[in-house]
């Protein structure tokens, strides 16, 4: 993909399902190779140091190379890319640029996925100088990612299910395959029309939200009174409706409450697709919507039906009732109605309004001047916690950083393939530590100030888990309700 | 759709005017401006960039024709090919239709025949079908003459007008034409669903839904 390569690894599984052999990136070593000063200096420099080296790119030459040799090169102005294409080599999808005109480019990545699987072995990513490429081969689909923003294999591995879990979630897997089982060399955009931007929203998500990287949401901040008033308007409601399988409340893209059957569990990386819908339609603002919805952990192979509405107009929060009746809308329509006036009734709708222009807390209200930043999950629950970035991760380029560092610190500590499961590393880095702690309860991640004496740490993180301890009702659902 | 739970008209009270409501269908092909229609007529409001719709959209609006006043349920629904076999649960029962096309793209008004014929074959055979050539401030663009859907408007028995949902054109008129043509009496058995029956259930003040939100008597 890169002619300039001048170092191409394979790193294949050993066999069908086996483990990811971790061939590291010898740049990887630091943590810090990405942000070192050249680098910063040469994104500040933009892109054309980089395409001057070819000589193609000569003005008279220009005529001369190739439409898709042009498309090729406007893709390589981005860190980062995504394809989706079918086992057949039909483009379905690309993330920043017209899948139509990259033909050749997905029967590139069609051969190499095949010419691997020739050999009863499956390619998992390539590395080429800078760039790691990611290959997702499942079911009738590929899903390819082409990255220079330092992404380890598992973390690409990671996005690229969540892509594909959105697509099952559009059409379910059963569907899917009954589509290329009768037609090998269909068009799937022709059904996944209007699904690109629920792509891009969540390929965006993915880079920015710690979200998915921690398998985990984030609840708004309530008072436990308000939260338990609020569910228990829902219950109310809805107990006693036959069928319906999840309720969730969702204010900013964070949760405020899930009510579900009691035999049902609803998966994190379910609870994301629906986080990611809501946040990518605007539209769910100016009606009630009815909408089938697969949500893959819970059962791939079947639709849902989601009546999705805004609780009111001076009220932002986003109500999901999952039913599998597909004939409860005007059901569930009602039963909306009562939630919202008992809502009202007890002042719950000003209770979310003023958590909604809170937006959450900084790192002053925590007050341990030593850690910048921290991501807190809570193991148990699959929900974590946050401090809005603040100085100096207010700018987005520091924001991508830390996230960066986060998603390799995560890596090492806990995604499966790597080599070691640490339970607390200490990192000294040129711009900041990273302290990160894994137990059965939780797992912590702080940026903390690059000054600070080794032994200093641990009592600031003390404080730290002390404060969230303190906060933890407001800023976790600690009991689950059921209907 | 199943029966809402509070139907069947009450036995006084029509002596105000009548009231009637009716469940309208949008049909066509994606980006043709079925949820633009609705907003404008609905909201009053117009997006230049109205995201593609996800499953359907429910909405409500009031008109007043003479001494009735006319509740239009609408559902507007997505016009990707992925949920055309969710359609029948949206056009069943329904009352009125309007199928819409983009006079600028000759594609969607073959997509808009071909919606017409399902509606006369599987839809309740009283149903009133509008047929909208949307988009029509694309005049320079056109590639749907007026006169062709006309003849075929005429030829299939549906209500014709192009509309443009950006400048307002036509599309109350649409929905007003279509609320004259819906047939205001006859007594519609209580329990229902509009259901099989294609005449708009009459109900009252008291009866009023409290969902909409929706200004009544523009």
């Given at each position: 993909?890169d002619?300039?390569?001048?170092?191409?690894?394979l790193?294949?599984?050993?066999?069908?399902?086996?483990?990811?052999?971790?061939?590291?990136?010898?740049?990887?070593?630091?943590?810090?190779?990405?942000?070192?000063?050249?680098?910063?200096?040469?994104?500040?420099?933009?892109?054309?140091?980089?395409d001057?080296?070819?000589?193609?790119?000569?003005?008279?030459?220009?005529?001369?190379?190739?439409?898709?040799?042009?498309?090729?090169?406007?893709?390589?102005?981005?860190?980062?890319?995504?394809?989706?294409l079918?086992?057949?080599?039909?483009?379905?999808?690309?993330?920043?640029?017209?899948?139509?005109?990259?033909?050749?480019?997905?029967?590139?990545?069609?051969?190499?996925?095949?010419?691997?699987?020739?050999?009863d072995?499956?390619?998992?990513s390539?590395?080429?100088?800078?760039?790691?490429?990611?290959?997702?081969?499942?079911?009738?689909?590929?899903?390819?990612?082409?990255?220079?923003?330092?992404?380890?294999?598992?973390?690409?591995?990671?996005?690229?299910?969540?892509?594909?879990?959105?697509?099952?979630?559009?059409?379910?897997?059963?569907?899917?395959?009954?589509?290329f089982?009768?037609?090998?060399n269909?068009?799937?955009?022709k059904?996944?029309?209007?699904?690109?931007?629920?792509?891009?929203?969540?390929?965006?998500?993915?880079?920015?939200?710690?979200?998915?990287l921690?398998?985990?949401?984030?609840?708004?901040?309530?008072?436990p009174?308000?939260?338990?008033?609020?569910?228990?308007?829902?219950?109310r409601?809805?107990?006693?409706?036959?069928?319906?399988?999840?309720?969730?409340?969702?204010a900013?893209?964070q949760?405020?409450?899930?009510?579900?059957?009691?035999?049902?569990?609803?998966?994190?990386?379910?609870?994301?697709?629906?986080?990611?819908?809501?946040?990518?339609?605007?539209?769910?603002?100016?009606?009630?919507?009815?909408?089938?919805?697969?949500?893959?952990?819970?059962?791939?192979?079947?639709?849902?039906?989601?009546?999705?509405?805004?609780?009111?107009?001076?009220c932002?929060?986003?109500?999901?009732?999952?039913?599998?009746?597909?004939?409860?809308?005007?059901?569930?329509?009602?039963?909306?109605?009562?939630?919202?006036?008992?809502?009202?009734r007890?002042?719950?709708?000003?209770?979310?309004?003023?958590?909604?222009?809170n937006?959450?807390?900084?790192?002053?209200d925590?007050?341990?001047?030593?850690?910048?930043?921290?991501?807190?999950?809570?193991?148990?629950?699959?929900?974590?916690?946050?401090?809005?970035?603040?100085?100096?991760?207010?700018?987005?380029?520091?924001?991508?950083?830390?996230?960066?560092l986060?998603?390799?610190?995560?890596?090492?500590?806990?995604?499966?393939?790597?080599?070691r499961?640490?339970?607390?590393?200490y990192?000294?880095?040129?711009y900041?530590?990273?302290?990160?702690?894994?137990?059965?309860?939780?797992?912590?991640?702080?940026?903390i100030?690059p000054?600070?004496e080794?032994?200093?740490?641990?009592?600031?993180?003390?404080?730290?888990?002390?404060?969230i301890?303190?906060?933890?009702?407001?800023?976790?659902?600690?009991?689950?309700?059921?209907? | 759709?199943?029966?809402?739970?509070?139907?069947?008209?009450?036995?006084?009270?029509?002596?105000?005017?009548?009231?009637?409501?009716?469940?309208?269908?949008?049909?066509?092909?994606?980006a043709?401006?079925k949820?633009?229609?609705v907003?404008?007529?609905?909201?009053?409001q117009?997006?230049?960039?109205?995201?593609?719709?996800?499953?359907?959209?429910?909405?409500?609006?009031?008109?007043?024709?003479?001494?009735?006043?006319?509740k239009?349920?609408?559902?507007?629904?997505?016009?990707?090919?992925?949920?055309?076999?969710?359609?029948?649960?949206?056009?069943?029962?329904a009352?009125?239709?309007?199928?819409?096309?983009?006079?600028?793209?000759?594609?969607?008004?073959?997509?808009?025949?071909?919606?017409?014929?399902?509606?006369?074959?599987?839809?309740?055979?009283?149903?009133?079908?509008?047929?909208?050539?949307?988009?029509?401030?694309?005049?320079?663009?056109?590639?749907?003459?007026?006169?062709?859907?006309?003849?075929y408007?005429?030829?299939?028995?549906?209500?014709?007008?192009?509309?443009?949902?950006?400048?307002?054109?036509?599309?109350?008129?649409?929905?007003?034409?279509?609320?004259?043509?819906?047939?205001?009496?006859?007594?519609?058995?209580?329990?229902g669903?509009?259901g099989?029956?294609?005449?708009?259930?009459?109900?009252?003040?008291?009866?009023?839904?409290?969902?909409?939100?929706?200004?009544?008597?523009?």
């Amino acid at each position: 993909m890169d002619g300039s390569a001048t170092f191409v690894e394979l790193d294949r599984s050993v066999g069908p399902g086996c483990s990811e052999v971790s061939i590291l990136d010898p740049n990887e070593s630091s943590f810090y190779d990405f942000v070192s000063d050249e680098e910063v200096t040469e994104r500040k420099q933009e892109e054309p140091c980089e395409d001057s080296e070819d000589s193609s790119d000569n003005p008279e030459d220009v005529d001369a190379v190739s439409e898709d040799e042009r498309v090729v090169r406007s893709l390589r102005e981005r860190d980062k890319l995504v394809f989706i294409l079918s086992e057949a080599g039909k483009p379905i999808y690309c993330r920043h640029g017209s899948e139509e005109k990259l033909v050749s480019l997905f029967g590139l990545m069609q051969a190499l996925v095949f010419c691997v699987q020739d050999d009863d072995d499956q390619i998992k990513s390539i590395t080429a100088g800078a760039y790691r490429i990611a290959f997702l081969n499942k079911g009738p689909l590929i899903f390819v990612a082409v990255s220079r923003r330092g992404e380890t294999p598992g973390q690409l591995a990671l996005h690229l299910g969540y892509a594909q879990s959105l697509i099952v979630s559009v059409l379910t897997a059963a569907q899917l395959k009954k589509i290329f089982e009768q037609r090998r060399n269909y068009d799937l955009r022709k059904l996944l029309g209007g699904a690109d931007r629920l792509m891009d929203n969540l390929l965006d998500g993915l880079e920015q939200d710690p979200a998915y990287l921690l398998g985990a949401v984030s609840c708004l901040a309530l008072n436990p009174s308000v939260r338990d008033s609020i569910s228990d308007a829902i219950v109310r409601h809805c107990a006693k409706l036959k069928n319906l399988v999840f309720a969730i409340l969702l204010a900013d893209s964070q949760l405020v409450t899930l009510v579900r059957m009691k035999k049902y569990m609803l998966h994190p990386a379910d609870l994301h697709l629906l986080i990611n819908l809501v946040a990518s339609s605007e539209s769910f603002k100016l009606s009630e919507s009815w909408t089938p919805i697969c949500l893959p952990r819970f059962d791939a192979n079947g639709f849902l039906h989601a009546h999705v509405s805004y609780l009111a107009d001076d009220c932002q929060a986003c109500l999901l009732l999952l039913t599998v009746d597909k004939d409860q809308f005007f059901v569930l329509s009602e039963a909306k109605q009562g939630i919202v006036q008992r809502l009202r009734r007890y002042k719950c709708l000003e209770a979310i309004n003023r958590a909604m222009k809170n937006g959450g807390y900084t790192m002053q209200d925590v007050n341990i001047p030593e850690i910048r930043h921290f991501l807190y999950k809570a193991r148990p629950t699959a929900q974590y916690t946050a401090p809005l970035f603040s100085a100096p991760y207010d700018d987005s380029y520091e924001k991508d950083r830390l996230l960066a560092l986060y998603h390799r610190m995560h890596q090492r500590m806990l995604l499966p393939g790597s080599q070691r499961h640490l339970k607390l590393v200490y990192v000294v880095g040129k711009y900041e530590c990273l302290l990160c702690w894994v137990t059965a309860f939780f797992e912590l991640y702080a940026a903390i100030e690059p000054l600070v004496e080794k032994e200093a740490v641990i009592p600031r993180v003390e404080k730290l888990l002390n404060w969230i301890k303190s906060e933890e009702s407001r800023l976790f659902i600690l009991t689950s309700t059921t209907f | 759709m199943a029966a809402r739970g509070n139907t069947g008209p009450k036995p006084n009270g029509s002596a105000q005017g009548k009231i009637c409501q009716f469940k309208l269908v949008l049909l066509g092909e994606s980006a043709v401006g079925k949820s633009s229609l609705v907003l404008r007529f609905v909201k009053g409001q117009f997006h230049e960039y109205q995201e593609s719709t996800i499953g359907a959209a429910f909405m409500t609006q009031t008109v007043c024709l003479d001494d009735t006043t006319v509740k239009f349920e609408i559902w507007d629904t997505a016009g990707q090919e992925r949920y055309h076999s969710l359609a029948p649960m949206y056009y069943r029962g329904a009352q009125a239709a309007i199928v819409v096309y983009d006079i600028s793209n000759q594609d969607t008004f073959g997509r808009a025949k071909g919606w017409v014929k399902e509606l006369q074959r599987q839809a309740s055979p009283t149903i009133v079908i509008a047929l909208a050539g949307n988009k029509s401030d694309l005049a320079s663009k056109r590639m749907v003459e007026y006169d062709e859907a006309q003849t075929y408007a005429e030829e299939h028995g549906l209500l014709f007008m192009e509309t443009s949902a950006k400048t307002a054109m036509n599309v109350n008129d649409i929905f007003l034409a279509i609320a004259k043509k819906l047939p205001k009496s006859g007594g519609p058995g209580p329990g229902g669903d509009a259901g099989s029956s294609a005449t708009g259930r009459r109900i009252t003040e008291a009866d009023n839904q409290p969902s909409s939100g929706a200004s009544c008597c523009k």
